[in-house]
């Protein structure tokens, strides 16, 4: 069985820039959801893909944006970089998109905005 | 709105020593709780989880955790330290609404002395 995958490990880009994180989901799970951890903080809830549809967002704006794709796996976007987006990206993945349901993390994508 | 807070940002204990994590919740409804580990430069596993079964919870690597719900409670226990438990521990809780959006404490750095 395979675990979550996320793609690339490591990023660099500047302000202003865009960037695509991407994230494969364990095997037989449908649902994906994103994180970010800021440095030295609990990862905050950025948003929830189930089959495909968004199915949840946190607080963060709209530059963030994602996508789910048939095979489940999925990809992060963000426009328009802030220095403030510097942080750890976290994908997660499920079976079942209910509030008992184990997500299982990926490694995660360090990305810094200079 | 649902909420987790981790009392003790920082905790060192003696290898063998027991090791107790806090962590107390604020819910609307019944919640489901989790607590994962970190180490460093990886993504988060997880430990054990509540789902309103069993109140004691018993997890991976000797961990185990008591729902208390009089006192809104969830700490994380273990008998004995071993100097592979140091990490950083968070706490997370999520809602039965439809997605498992989990809501994460700030985190515990866990420190074992020799």
């Known amino acids: 069985e395979t675990g979550v995958t996320q793609s690339p490990t490591h990023l660099i880009k500047t302000r202003g820039q865009q960037v695509t994180l991407r994230c494969s989901s364990q095997?037989?799970?449908?649902?994906v959801s994103w994180y970010q951890q800021a440095l030295g903080q609990g990862p905050q809830f950025i948003f929830q893909?189930?089959?495909?549809?968004?199915?949840g967002r946190g607080n963060f704006p709209p530059r963030f944006s994602g996508l789910q794709f048939p095979n489940y796996s999925s990809e992060l976007n963000v426009n328009a970089l802030e220095l403030d987006d510097s942080a750890l990206y976290l994908c997660?993945?499920?079976?079942?998109?209910?509030?008992?349901?184990?997500?299982?993390f990926g490694p995660g994508t360090r990305l810094t905005v200079l | 709105a649902q909420s987790v807070t981790q009392l003790g940002s920082h905790v060192s204990v003696s290898e063998g020593a027991l090791v107790l994590l806090r962590c107390n919740y604020s819910?609307?409804?019944?919640?489901?709780l989790f607590w994962y580990v970190q180490y460093p430069n990886q993504g988060l596993q997880l430990l054990l989880k509540?789902?309103?079964?069993?109140?004691l919870v018993k997890g991976i690597n000797g961990f185990e955790a008591e729902f208390k719900k009089s006192e809104t409670s969830f700490h994380l226990t273990k008998p004995s330290a071993h100097m592979s438990d140091a990490a950083e521990y968070f706490c997370?809780?999520?809602?039965?609404?439809?997605?498992?959006?989990?809501?994460f404490g700030t985190g515990t750095r866990l420190t074992i002395i020799p």
């Open positions: 893909y189930y089959r495909e549809e968004e199915n």
């Open positions: 509540y789902t309103s079964a069993a109140t």
């Open positions: 997660a993945s499920s079976s079942q998109g209910g509030g008992a349901d184990t997500q299982y």
């Open positions: 819910s609307s409804v019944p919640p489901y």
């Open positions: 997370a809780v999520s809602e039965n609404f439809g997605n498992e959006k989990l809501t």
């Open positions: 095997s037989g799970h449908n649902t």
